[in-house]
């Protein structure tokens, strides 16, 4: 069986066919196609946060983007331009926490790194533009930016990504303090674009959106560490 990933969900209103403005659990098909062309198999995961039990089923987890998380999750007051979703927050904490407890793989994109960052005990910025002074970051709606990233010698994001340094990226927030997490590529101006767990499987958060390229490098090692994940999970029910 190919290793299946849980992709974490928006829940925005959407509107198709003769359905306006309907309340969706909805996700960016780049993903789903990106677990896919790594050779896993995606399960989404609306928000849901009575219990982690899903991980059950689960060989690895793909915490996606998204919306802000709120401050109050790393004790700051909401600024002007901060637009969150608590009741993604609490789900996919709680799937982090778990996930993290139980050496799963993990993946975080975008948002999703943040959430690792805030779960590991970090902090974030809530508007890079005013720490940075420059939009060069998230240059316009739905328009990506285009950085160069310094990857830290001999870790795990270097040697996936090899000789190429520019990702695009999309957003306004940022990592300010990696909390327990070890901080592996930063943008010339200083921003955070990796974290990774050293002593766990694979633990890896990037800022940037690989899963729009569909970048086989950074699934394709995903879904590899689930595999071995989901065969030694399996060994142990025999």
């Known amino acids: 069986m190919r290793p299946v990933i849980g992709v974490t969900t ?4 959407a509107t198709w ?17 990106a677990v896919t062309a790594a050779g896993g ?6 928000p849901d946060d009575l219990d982690a039990d899903v991980l059950d089923v689960l060989d690895g987890l793909l915490l996606s983007g998204g919306a802000d998380l709120d401050p109050e999750l790393y004790g700051e007051s909401p600024q002007p331009l901060t637009v969150t979703r608590p009741e993604r927050d609490a789900a996919e904490l709680l799937l982090a926490r778990a996930a ?10 975008c948002r999703g790194m943040q959430l690792l960052t805030v779960a590991a005990g970090g902090t974030l910025h809530q508007h890079i533009p005013d ?19 310094a990857f830290t010698t001999g870790s795990r994001i270097a040697r996936l990504m090899g000789e190429d340094r520019r990702v695009q990226c999309y957003h306004h927030q940022g990592v300010a303090d990696a909390g327990s997490l070890t901080v592996t590529g930063c943008t010339e101006d200083g921003l955070v674009e990796a974290v990774e767990e050293p002593s766990k499987r694979f633990v890896l958060g ?4 690989p899963e729009v390229v569909r970048d086989k490098r ?21």
Do not use: C, K, N
């Open 10 to 13: 928006y829940v925005e209103p």
């Open 17 to 33: 066919g003769v359905w306006h403005d309907l309340p969706t659990a909805l996700i960016p098909y780049d993903y789903v196609a």
């Open 41 to 46: 198999r995606a399960v989404l995961l609306p």
């Open 100 to 109: 993290l407890g139980r050496d799963m793989p993990v993946l975080g994109v």
């Open 131 to 149: 720490v940075l002074g420059h939009e060069g970051h998230r240059p316009a709606p739905a328009v990506y930016g285009h950085q160069e990233v």
């Open 206 to 209: 990037v800022q940037w959106h």
């Open 218 to 238: 950074l699934f394709g090692a995903l879904v590899a560490a689930a595999g071995e994940y989901g065969g030694r999970r399996a060994g142990s029910r025999h």
